[in-house]
C-alpha cells in the first residue's frame, strides 16, 4: 500500500508513520501543502504507481509558503472529489469532526485510540 499523508507537524506525520508502519505499510509520503499534494498524486498517476490512500489533517498551507488554512483539508478532499479522483481519504485530525464523502475520519487526540482506528481502517482497506 502506497500512502500520500497531508501534514505540517513533524511530531505528527512522524506519529502516523509509525502507526503505519505497525499495520505493515512501508511506503508512505509527507507533503506539507496542497498544491504540491496534487502534484504528487498527479505524476503517481502518470507513471503508473498511483497512491492507495491519502491522510489529511485539517490545517496546513494550501501552497508553500502561505500561512495555514483551517480547512485546507476540506477544501483538498473537495478538489478530490470534484475531479473524480477515486482514492481513499482518512481525515486524521485533532478536530473531532465527520466529514462527509471520506473513508474514514480519526480524531488525532490523547484521549482517543486513533493508532488503533487508523490500523483498523488500513487493515479494512487491504482486504478489499
Known sequence: MKVLNFEDSVYKANAIRKVLNQ???AKIELVSNVEDGLQMLKNAEDTGDPFDLIITDMHYPMKQGAVSDTEAGEK??????EQ???????????R???LPGVYGCIWYSEISDWEEE???LVREMEKN
Request: proline content about 0%; some cysteine.
Open 84 to 94: 473524480g479522483k477515486q482514492t481513499k481519504v482518512i481525515v486524521c485530525s485533532s
Open 76 to 81: 483538498l478532499v473537495q478538489l478530490l472529489q
Open 23 to 25: 499495520c505493515g505499510v
Open 96 to 98: 473531532n469532526m465527520k
Open 118 to 120: 487508523l490500523c483498523d
